[in-house]
């Protein structure tokens, strides 16, 4: 397997436009979460789905952040508009709970900078 | 909800000495308490967990130990190696499957 894949890996944008990070999970993975991780905040959960049903949203920011996850191999994280103080790497991560594993493998993470 | 706190934030050790690194947490509910590691510009990877029913669990140069009266949990590294520089996180869950929460995390640097 390849693991979880985010896209991009990298994303420089200016204050005001929107911006998607995408990520795949693990095949067969029905948990999903997505995180921020800053030097401030540390690793940070903004939300996780179960079987692409959004379980928990407390920690998303603002309502310029949404999530969705229209089927079990992709999700999106949305920021519109954006600001220069969500600069940071955003991280996706799955898990398997039907196999009755508790480890969250993490994706290669978004490096997002806001200018 | 649970808040997990981690100390010390930074840590230098001799190559070969032990590193211990200790949590604490909130939540007496919480029962799975996983350790990440995550190397300089990459993604965080479990290297241990544990569970509340066990007190003690091993794998070869990394220890964990929990004691649930006191809401404490350690991540024990010995014979430390330059490879085993990176930060670590604690974290803490209600259940095996809900959301982990993450301590802020300690940069342990290896003197060679």
């Known amino acids: 397997d390849a693991g979880v894949i985010q896209s991009p890996r990298h994303e420089v944008t200016e204050m005001g436009q929107e911006v998607t990070l995408r990520c795949k999970p693990i095949s067969g993975h029905d948990y999903l979460f997505w995180y921020r991780q800053t030097m401030m905040r540390g690793l940070e959960l903004l939300i996780y789905?179960?079987?692409?049903?959004?379980?928990?949203d407390s920690g998303m920011p603002e309502d310029r952040f949404s999530a969705k996850m229209p089927n079990a191999s992709f999700s999106t994280l949305k920021i519109q508009p954006s600001e220069p103080r969500d600069s940071a790497v955003y991280f996706c991560a799955s898990s398997n709970r039907v196999a009755g594993e508790n480890e969250q493998f993490f994706g290669p993470g978004t490096r997002l900078t806001v200018l | 909800g649970e808040n997990v706190e981690q100390h010390p934030s930074t840590l230098s050790v001799q190559e070969g000495d032990s590193a211990v690194i200790k949590c604490t947490y909130s939540?007496?509910?919480?029962?799975?308490f996983p350790w990440y590691k995550q190397e300089l510009g990459k993604r965080p990877q479990l290297i241990i967990d544990?569970?509340?029913?066990?007190g003690e669990k091993k794998d070869q140069r990394i220890a964990v130990t929990l004691n649930k009266t006191a809401k404490h949990f350690s991540l024990h590294i010995t014979e430390t190696q330059p490879e085993d520089s990176a930060v670590y996180f604690c974290?803490?869950?209600?259940?095996?499957?809900?959301?982990?929460?993450f301590g802020p995390g300690t940069s342990l640097s290896v003197i060679p």
């Open positions: 974290a803490a869950s209600m259940t095996s499957y809900d959301k982990v929460i």
């Open positions: 939540d007496s509910a919480s029962n799975y």
């Open positions: 544990i569970r509340s029913n066990v």
């Open positions: 789905f179960n079987n692409n049903v959004p379980i928990d």
